[in-house]
């Protein structure tokens, strides 16, 4: 199995604050990558398909780049509402796999 | 819109059985590839198995090869996970969640996700 490494496993941010997460897979998976945003009791969110293509109806805020093996996850002026877990997942071979996900947190 | 409604969870015994299902609306069912994902308590992401939108091809995870099958009636919009042998490390919120594209392709990203079923394996 491809295996999905996320870092930091947790991070504090202020309000306003431009934020970085980074995943990187244990082989190349060209663009099939995609970004999860999960808030506690609730389902994952979809966010971003292809490394950097934005989910419908999700704010511009999110942007996400890479290929191959390393990837980033970027927020760029974080809102309360942005305090959450996130995940990343390749989908180019099953079983697709999560990274241990992201906790970003208010400082 | 979509809709994605899992039920069927709960609490059953180590090597019992137990089936979830996920009644779909809002999309054409019939023309999307499904997927069952889970989480266990405090934990992170895990992918159990994937059906394409006809029911003939079907991947699974690891850990649940030979133990779950995954189904879908297109003619009732509903998948299915039947779940035999269960374990202890199967305890986990168990969502489903739809395909972002109507396409045959097997490696796409999963889109809406329902709110998800709590199966606890204990005796």
């Known amino acids: 199995d491809i295996q999905m490494t996320q870092s930091p496993s947790s991070l504090s941010a202020s309000v306003g604050d431009r934020v970085t997460i980074t995943c990187r897979a244990s082989?190349?998976?060209?663009?099939?990558l995609a970004w999860f945003q999960q808030k506690p009791g609730k389902a994952p969110k979809s966010l971003i398909y292809a490394a950097s293509s934005l989910q419908s109806g999700v704010p511009s805020k999110f942007s996400g780049s890479g290929s191959g093996t390393d990837f980033t996850l970027t927020i760029s002026s974080l809102q309360p509402e942005d305090f959450a877990t996130y995940y990343c997942q390749q989908y180019n071979t099953y079983p697709f796999t999560f990274g241990g996900g992201t906790k970003v947190e208010i400082k | 819109q979509v809709q994605l409604v899992e039920s069927g969870g709960g609490v059953v015994q180590p090597g019992r059985s137990l089936r979830l299902s996920c009644a779909a609306s809002?999309?054409?069912?019939?023309?999307?590839?499904m997927h069952w994902v889970r989480q266990a308590p405090g934990k992170g992401l895990e992918c159990v198995a994937l059906?394409?939108?006809?029911?003939?091809?079907?991947y699974y995870g690891d850990s649940v090869k030979g133990r779950f099958t995954i189904s879908r009636d297109n003619s009732k919009n509903t998948l299915f996970l039947q779940m035999n042998s269960l374990r202890g490390e199967d305890t986990a919120v168990y969502y489903c969640?739809?395909?972002?594209?109507?396409?045959?392709?097997?490696?796409?990203?999963?889109?809406?996700w329902g709110q998800g079923t709590l199966v606890t394996v204990s005796s």
């Open positions: 059906i394409s939108s006809a029911g003939t091809i079907k």
């Open positions: 969640a739809k395909n972002r594209r109507p396409v045959a392709a097997m490696d796409e990203v999963s889109d809406y």
């Open positions: 809002g999309f054409t069912f019939s023309t999307y590839g």
């Open positions: 082989q190349g998976i060209s663009n099939y």
